[in-house]
């Protein structure tokens, strides 16, 4: 019986006082995820590099700067799922987060239980339904368990590598990676002695086989300056 891989989720939780911090990280911890604290925005962006979060919790009220401007600088990038905690509950604050794309906001003082059944939704609707190991886009199935890709109908031949990028990338849909974090991801290694060039190659070659017009990608986009991503 085939059944579907388990993905720990990775939560990065912003915020500048101590005991949130605490209370939300346990809270999720139990719940089962992987979580990363900071204190600030510069913290935060440090974290969004190098622990590469499925979700964040961000405060909107951060020393030195404002949430609202890291929120700013992840959707510039991607559709990252982002939940703003913020103490004041003012409908303008409320409004300024959502429309720029905040995907939910709890407002202080909160229960933590909330707080977590919220973070399930929202990851629950950015994640990809998976049915028996399968990744399932309109024209694309992943299998996961078989490691068999379909397009159109049509089976696609990949080789391993080829499948291990375009299921994590399809994992993660419009979530932007770097050359950087797709070789320490997909290959387990860095840029140290490996060549970023082996992840350009590697989305040439899949384009080819997946996508109708490899010169215009449907499924896996260029993000100029940055990296890849895929397109749901």
């Known amino acids: 019986m085939e059944t579907t891989p388990h993905k720990v989720h ?43 979060p499925d979700l964040v919790v961000l405060d909107v009220m951060l020393p030195a700067g404002s949430g609202l401007d890291v929120l700013r600088e992840i959707r510039r990038y991607g559709e990252l799922p982002v939940i703003l905690l913020t103490a004041r509950a003012e409908e ?13 906001y709890v407002v202080k003082p909160f229960s933590p239980r909330e707080l977590t059944a919220r973070v399930r939704s929202v990851l629950r609707r950015a994640t990809p339904r998976p049915l028996l190991g399968r990744l399932l886009f309109e024209g694309l199935t ?13 089976e ?13 990338l399809a994992s993660s849909p419009r979530q ?14 860095s840029t140290d002695w490996q060549d970023p060039a082996t992840v350009t190659v590697h989305v040439r070659r899949l384009r080819q086989k997946i996508e109708a017009d490899p010169q215009n990608p449907r499924w896996i986009t260029t993000v100029w300056g940055v990296g890849y991503r895929f397109e749901p």
């Open 176 to 189: 932007v990676f770097s050359r950087g974090q797709l070789l320490n991801q997909v290959w387990g290694s």
């Open 142 to 154: 992943i299998d996961v368990t078989s490691r068999e890709v379909s397009a159109d109908g049509i």
């Open 10 to 52: 990775r939560v990065l939780v912003v915020d500048d006082e101590p005991r949130v911090r605490e209370v939300v990280a346990r809270y999720l911890q139990l719940d089962g995820y992987e979580v990363e604290v900071a204190v600030d925005g510069e913290d935060a962006r440090r974290s969004l590099a190098d622990f590469m």
């Open 92 to 104: 303008a604050d409320r409004v300024a987060g959502l429309e720029l794309g905040a995907d939910d």
């Open 156 to 168: 696609v031949e990949l080789t391993a590598r080829e499948f291990d990028l375009l299921a994590f």
